[in-house]
């Protein structure tokens, strides 16, 4: 994602020979490797699609899946799918419009005024409903969250398509104004327009808004009837610094409903969503290496697992939560516990939810590597009257224990570096304490591309020992020449050692700016919160960062790191065939592993309820004690590679 500067600076007073503008800040995103991953890889497929006109309703709450959105839904990918950057959503997921195009960059156009940016456009819908009043359009939307937030005068707008005329219209649009703190909404109809003030908010933590509009004129209600969201973005110039020039101006967008039997009122949905991220079943990381756990579980596996949902509706309905942890490289299968079952979550609430854990991940020291996919999800949150929102019943989280130690979830919400007079040989440092002594072969650096590659500059790369709880004498040092930016899923840029040593307990790695005023752009996460590890100097004394966040630097440890090793093993794909689709009393599988029959079958519904979980050479799987429904299954073999399908059972 690109980088549009967060106004969040704290302007630090210390040691009378440093000027005031001397600084650590936080900057916005200017691209976004995961998009530029699935750019690179996508087919035309979606254009295949294009033709295929959707029926009512016209659901997306954007749970089931990230990065482009759903294709049987919209025609364009510039929105960018994601679970990350909206701030007490509705639900998980949501589409998020800003300046990065399909490509993971920069839309072209960007410029200190305004340009269009982003478009969200829905595939031709069914609206032959001549003289109907009834059909409303509804959805909730965001600025900023935990990216950027709109400057003045950027807009999220919304238009409808009218075939007649061949034209767009404007119906309804925001303009953010950052000076009076008010999103000012603007509705027309029928050639009038109506001005609504919007609640007020506070910087960077805004609240999600839900707007109902008619879809009742004549013009629309034809069978090729669309709709689609636009916003406008500006390019940050209040900086003379190219590294920190950048704008994300992040709208999120959420639940979008069209559908008959509708009333300007209905903006309830009876619905109960999983509203955050499933957690790391780690106290302090995200991820540890495999060869560590042995010695870290004691201190490091949380006592408890939390869930937070939402109830979206004006009753108390019942729920039943469980959780599954599936060893998705070894042998181990998935382990199942119940959450329990309330009946007292009231309308409109948001709880989280706490389950002690009495599991531990099952340690196989023949592994030099493992991947746990964590599920938790809701099994009673259909009652009567409520709509069947699947995908936001079930959140999920891989826990990773590969060759690294990282407090980072993998995704850059801003990025982090120190500016100003006095900086150009400032030094940051990111605290780590090992479990046991080992050697330390490199390091993994996610690095953010600025406006016109300003943040291409020579740098080195420390570790440091630990001198009462602050960074002590460097121990390596490593010169690098320029940053390297991968434009790939994995998004970190990895740098090997060239030599080796050995670092035990309490250490810290990090960088130091050679002779420029210009900024090292380096990854910020802002959901999780790790400040107290991060240290930064440019006046001869390690200051604790005040930002709430996690750099993302990870210290690769253990055996002999190839160069190319990002993360985690390279898996072979494991490509399979399943029939008959639909099913009724069995399902057939045929691999295209001619050499290894040996695998591991698991049958989860919607939820991620497991039904079936085996490992067998067998080549039919019994599906005659399912109730007809939407499955998936996920074979693996014994070498861990693994797919997932979708199959119907039917009666």
């Given at each position: 994602m690109k980088i549009k500067q967060l106004y969040i600076v704290l302007f630090l007073v210390i040691c009378g020979q440093v000027a005031v503008n001397a600084q650590e800040t936080l900057t916005n995103l200017q691209t976004n490797p995961k998009v530029k991953e699935l750019f690179a890889k996508q087919s035309k497929a979606k254009?295949?699609?294009a033709e295929l006109t959707v029926e009512l309703p016209f659901i997306d709450d954007f749970a089931r899946s990230t990065g482009y959105p759903d294709d049987s839904l919209w025609l364009d990918n510039y929105a960018f799918i994601n679970l990350n950057y909206p701030y007490n959503p509705p639900g998980i997921g949501v589409a998020t419009l800003d300046a990065i195009n399909e490509t993971g960059s920069l839309h072209t156009n960007?410029?200190?005024?305004?340009?269009?940016?982003?478009?969200?456009?829905?595939?031709?819908?069914?609206?032959?409903?001549?003289?109907?009043?009834?059909?409303?359009?509804s959805f909730y939307y965001q600025p900023g969250g935990y990216g950027d937030?709109?400057?003045?005068?950027?807009?999220?707008?919304?238009?409808?398509?009218?075939?007649?005329?061949?034209?767009?219209?404007?119906?309804?649009?925001?303009?953010f104004n950052e000076k009076d703190s008010l999103l000012n909404e603007e509705y027309t109809y029928n050639g009038s327009s109506k001005i609504i003030k919007g609640d007020t908010i506070t910087k960077l933590k805004h609240k999600f808004q839900q707007v109902i509009l008619p879809v009742d004129e004549d013009q629309y209600l034809k069978d090729t009837f669309q709709f689609r969201f636009r916003n406008y973005a500006t390019l940050s110039a209040n900086t003379d610094l190219e590294s920190r020039k950048g704008n994300s101006d992040q709208w999120n967008v959420d639940f979008v409903r069209l559908d008959t039997n509708r009333t300007i009122n209905d903006t309830i949905i009876q619905d109960i969503a999983?509203?955050?991220?499933?957690?790391?079943?780690?106290k302090n990381y995200q991820s540890i290496p495999w060869s560590h756990f042995i010695r870290a579980q004691a201190h490091e596996m949380a006592d408890s697992i939390s869930t937070t949902f939402t109830n979206l509706s004006n009753t108390k309905p019942g729920y039943n939560l469980e959780y599954a942890v599936e060893d998705l490289t070894g042998p181990n299968g998935t382990y199942i516990f119940t959450?329990?079952?309330?009946?007292?979550?009231?309308?409109?609430?948001?709880?989280?939810y706490s389950r002690?854990?009495?599991?531990?991940?099952?340690?196989?020291?023949?592994?030099?590597s493992a991947l746990f996919e964590v599920r938790s999800y809701l099994t009673s949150a259909i009652l009567t009257g409520f709509t069947p929102y699947y995908w936001n019943d079930t959140s999920r989280f891989y826990q990773k224990f590969y060759n690294y130690y990282a407090f980072d979830d993998g995704t850059a919400e801003n990025g982090y570096g120190i500016i100003g007079e006095g900086t150009e040989r400032a030094m940051v440092a990111m605290q780590f304490n090992t479990y046991m002594e080992d050697t330390i072969r490199g390091l993994q650096m996610y690095l953010n591309q600025s406006f016109d590659n300003a943040s291409e500059i020579p740098f080195k790369i420390h570790i440091w020992n630990d001198n009462s709880g602050k960074p002590g004498d460097i121990i390596y040092t490593m010169i690098v020449s320029k940053p390297e930016y991968e434009d790939k899923l994995n998004q970190f840029s990895f740098y090997a050692f060239d030599e080796i040593l050995t670092v035990k307990d309490k250490f810290y790695i990090g960088w130091q700016k050679i002779d420029t005023p210009e900024m090292l752009n380096v990854g910020f996460d802002a959901n999780t919160v790790n400040n107290?590890?991060?240290?930064?100097?440019?006046?001869?004394?390690?200051?604790?960062?005040?930002?709430?966040?996690?750099?993302?630097?990870?210290?690769?440890?253990?055996h002999e790191i190839p160069m190319g090793i990002k993360d985690k093993p390279k898996s072979v794909s494991l490509d399979f065939d399943i029939y008959p689709n639909p099913a009724s009393n069995y399902l057939n599988i045929k691999t295209n592993n001619e050499t290894n029959n040996y695998f591991r079958v698991s049958v989860f519904d919607i939820y991620g309820k497991l039904y079936i979980d085996n490992t067998n050479t067998e080549t039919t799987v019994n599906t005659s004690g399912l109730n007809p429904g939407i499955y998936f299954i996920r074979i693996t073999d014994n070498s861990g590679n693994s797919s997932t399908k979708k199959f119907i059972v039917i009666r």
């Open positions: 254009a295949s699609k960007a410029s200190s005024a305004p340009f269009s940016a982003d478009t969200l456009t829905s595939k031709t819908i069914n609206l032959n409903y001549p003289g109907n009043t009834s059909i409303f359009l937030t709109p400057d003045t005068r950027d807009t999220l707008l919304l238009e409808f398509y009218s075939k007649d005329s061949t034209r767009w219209y404007k119906m309804w649009h925001v303009v999983i509203s955050e991220n499933t957690p790391s079943l780690l959450g329990g079952t309330t009946y007292e979550l009231q309308p409109f609430e948001t709880r989280r002690f854990i009495d599991y531990v991940f099952p340690y196989n020291p023949s592994l030099d107290d590890k991060l240290y930064y100097n440019f006046a001869g004394q390690w200051i604790q960062s005040q930002y709430e966040g996690t750099l993302m630097i990870r210290p690769m440890l253990g």
